[in-house]
């Protein structure tokens, strides 16, 4: 099934410093979702985006969804350990219950 | 959001076993989903689990391989049969939360020798 894209791929960053993640798509998507995956756990939903151009904020995470519909954008400010794991994106068209999962931003914080 | 528990967390089995993962929420749901995630990769929607009637099986996945059963609508199972190493795999249930939000288990991490 499809994919949807995802950038960078992995990031090695040290604590304290801000993060920022996209997930891009060539078709157009009316709910995005982020999700944080720890290892050997399901991944937990972090941020839920509805509408073109909303931003959405979680503790230091914000999300964003692009204004084409196309893509979404995920930070995180002043990182600390625990957020190290791996960041999914998700997308919805209108009318499909199913999701269709990013490839995955894995996250490493060099001490 | 819903609480959901899945059994076992993991396991390692030989190759031409089959083995059955028990998922449980705590209230009652429409759909249940079942998702495999490979080494290193994504999530990929294995099928849809409505009670009340048969699994609808995403393309590359078949009934015989991975049956699914629904009795209620808090629980379902999902069989891997005759398991080769290439099953090995995280295997995910997950359930609808309202706001087109998708909820899911810890998971069942399972190695096939």
């Known amino acids: 099934g499809q994919q949807l894209n995802q950038s960078p791929q992995s990031m090695f960053i040290q604590e304290g410093e801000d993060v920022s993640m996209n997930c891009t798509s060539s078709s157009i998507f009316n709910t995005w979702l982020w999700y944080k995956q720890d290892p050997g756990e399901g991944p937990v939903l972090l941020i839920a985006l509805y509408k073109a151009g909303e931003l959405t904020s979680n503790g230091r995470l914000t999300a964003q969804f692009g204004i084409t519909r196309k893509d979404s954008f995920l930070n995180i400010s002043a990182s600390i350990p625990s957020d190290v794991g791996i960041y999914f994106c998700?997308?919805?068209?209108?009318?499909?219950?199913?999701?269709?999962f990013g490839t995955g931003t894995r996250l490493t914080i060099i001490p | 959001s819903a609480v959901i528990s899945q059994k076992p967390s993991r396991d390692i089995c030989q190759r031409g076993t089959s083995l059955t993962i028990q998922c449980q929420v705590d209230s009652q749901v429409t759909m249940m989903f079942w998702y495999r995630q490979q080494p290193g990769q994504s999530l990929t929607l294995i099928a849809t689990a409505n009670q009340g009637s048969e699994a609808t099986y995403e393309s590359g996945f078949v009934i015989d391989k991975f049956p699914i059963s629904r009795p209620n609508l808090t629980f379902s199972t999902l069989t891997v049969s005759n398991m080769s190493p290439e099953d090995s795999s995280i295997y995910l249930c997950s359930v609808g939360g309202g706001q087109e939000k998708l909820f899911f288990g810890s998971g069942t991490q399972l190695s096939v020798l």
């Open positions: 998700a997308g919805r068209r209108f009318g499909n219950e199913k999701l269709t």
